[in-house]
């Protein structure tokens, strides 16, 4: 007997209906695109944190007064020169910012890509686990179409 593939229940999927068995693999879609999406997220995150550590080490003081772009917008730049005073504005989310120094601004986006490295690490299980039992649900759904079809014929 196979347990629900919500891991929660214990009820026999072998003996639902191809119905039911159909709104249940729906059910199963739903949820893998959601913790797809998620996860997706979770990883873009990740990656500005990284980017972000990445661009504090150009903050030297070979690179003070270059001339840099300025990003006004997502398509929009400015001309700028870089001016390297040991500190940065730090978006900590919903319009604050807080100043740090360069290596406490670091740390930060250290810790934070941390963070969501270990909860892409506890989400792809997840995801994985929902993808088994949906490929089990849709087994059994094939296994009772074809026994359906097979007693019509008789």
Known sequence: ???????????????????????LRQNLEQEIGYLTNSLQQLKVAQEKFSLSVLSLDSLTPENDGK??????????????N??????????????????KSIDGAKELFERRATFLKEKIEM????????????????ELLQAAMSAGQAQQKK
Not at 67 to 80: E, F, H, I, M
């Open 1 to 23: 007997m196979a347990a629900a593939p919500g891991g929660g229940g214990g009820m026999d999927v072998n003996s639902l209906s191809p119905q039911q068995l159909d709104t």
């Open 67 to 80: 001339q840099v772009l300025v990003p006004l917008s997502g398509t929009l730049y400015a001309p700028g």
């Open 82 to 99: 870089l001016a390297v005073g040991g500190k940065v504005l730090v978006d900590v989310g919903t319009g604050y910012y807080l100043e």
């Open 123 to 138: 989400l792809q299980p997840q995801v994985m686990n929902k993808v088994k039992q949906k490929r089990m649900v849709e």
